[in-house]
């Protein structure tokens, strides 16, 4: 397909803005014009993969301090301030990340065909699954799967109450209201940025493709495990999460004498209070997870799927100690692949983590597992997929005009 100009919108947390920097930078390298509308933050690193940079409507959201908006209220504005940008870049495509609503309903009153990216695993639950988030197992027996149906009917008067204040927010906008739950993602084309095989079973709706893990990074130096004999395990801490530095206090204190060779990266937040390094560890502040991981055999994190799926492309298994958002879910998903070790919160502690680096490191199946993930990512590049998969989107709208006409959008 010849260049389209494509606006592209992301959340600027790094596990949003990151994989839709992947996924900008390689259809810009296929010949299209694409304009990437995130926090100003990551600027330099949206011009430097071939992209035009757009500034996203930074806003002081609920709860925080201040005069702050409620989320559809700033998405309401944000959508109002999106549509000269989308005027003067008359793009092919919309594809807005799924925290990202303002671009995406801006490129629905436009009549402009949207797609939604989901930068870890899919977030609707089947029924008989756990909600999503909650960090809970799928269950295996039918008792199991009857306890999460009693659950079904409180969650979904949750989902219905989101779908009518995303619908009021439609209703200012003069978008119709949509009759389903989890109305923020979009039917034209949902792209799921994770690994098949971190997603339970079941039947997939057509508008979604799983197209593997959208990986991306800053440039950084590879840095080297301390030398000697034993495993390298990497402690690699959430950007967003664990202000205290909890985790890399209790690898510190708790892995010190194990037979391993221990690589800490603070990833900009050491521990407020001095923390000895024990003799076979090493502590930088920051480094590439894609030139460090790999030669690594275990990575201990917080559970950011940027952060877990980089590892298992990398082949090593993982121990999750999840700290907030959507951690508790990656975390549970890695156990039930059989790729990593689940840490619960309370328990990261010196000894609680000493405990799951042991049984991970003594688990053999977890690093075979983890390694077959790594040479599935070899023979599936994420990006390249959902880049094929945006072209098809325009390729399918270009077919049928009819597929939405902005005047009957506008009249709704």
């Given at each position: 397909m010849s260049g389209q100009p494509l606006l592209l919108g992301a959340f600027g947390d790094p596990g949003h803005a990151f994989p839709m920097l992947a996924l900008g930078e390689r259809l810009?390298?296929?010949?299209h014009d694409v304009t990437l509308q995130t926090w100003a933050r990551w600027r330099e690193h949206v011009e430097a993969g071939g992209m035009r940079f757009a500034a996203a409507p930074e806003y002081d959201v609920f709860p925080t301090s201040g005069r702050p908006l409620k989320p559809y209220q700033a998405a309401v504005r944000g959508a109002r301030e999106t549509e000269p940008l989308l005027a003067q870049l008359s793009p092919r495509a919309v594809v807005a990340d799924i925290l990202t609503l303002a671009p995406a309903m801006a490129g629905e009153m436009a009549?402009?065909?949207v797609a939604t990216v989901v930068p870890h695993?899919?977030?609707?639950?089947?029924?008989?699954?756990p909600p999503y988030s909650m960090g809970a197992r799928l269950p295996r027996t039918g008792m199991g799967r009857a306890l999460w149906r009693r659950l079904e009917r409180p969650v979904a008067g949750g989902l219905r109450r989101g779908r009518e204040e995303l619908n009021e927010t439609r209703r200012r906008l003069g978008l119709p209201p949509l009759a389903h739950v989890h109305n923020g993602i979009s039917r034209d084309l949902c792209l799921v940025g994770t690994f098949p095989q971190l997603e339970y079973p079941g039947t997939w709706p057509g508008w979604a493709r799983v197209v593997g893990p959208l990986l991306w990074e800053p440039p950084a130096e590879g840095v080297d495990p301390p030398p000697g004999e034993g495993p390298a395990v990497l402690v690699a801490p959430s950007t967003s999460q664990d202000p205290d530095a909890r985790l890399v206090r209790a690898a510190l204190e708790g892995l010190g004498d194990l037979p391993i060779r221990l690589l800490v990266t603070t990833n900009?937040?050491?521990?407020?209070?001095?923390?000895?390094?024990?003799a076979n560890a090493r502590v930088v502040d920051w480094l590439s997870y894609s030139r460090t991981m790999p030669k690594c055999d275990l990575v201990v994190c917080h559970g950011g799927h940027g952060t877990m799926a980089r590892a298992l492309a990398t082949g090593c298994a993982v121990v999750v100690c999840p700290a907030g958002g959507d951690m508790n879910e990656n975390?549970?998903?890695a156990d039930w692949a059989g790729v990593g070790v689940r840490l619960p919160r309370r328990y990261c502690t010196p000894r609680g983590l000493r405990l799951a680096v042991e049984r991970a490191l003594a688990r053999r199946d977890l690093r075979t597992?983890?390694?077959?993930?790594?040479?599935?990512a070899k023979e599936h590049d994420g990006a390249a997929r959902a880049?094929?998969?945006?072209?098809?989107?325009?390729?399918?709208?270009?077919?049928?005009?009819?597929?939405?006409?902005?005047?009957?959008?506008s009249s709704a």
């Open positions: 810009a390298a296929r010949g009549g402009i065909p695993v899919f977030p609707a639950a089947r029924p008989g699954q900009g937040r050491p521990p407020a209070e001095p923390v000895r390094v024990p975390a549970a998903r597992r983890a390694r077959g993930l790594e040479l599935w880049a094929e998969e945006v072209e098809r989107l325009i390729g399918e709208f270009a077919g049928d005009r009819s597929l939405r006409d902005p005047r009957q959008v």
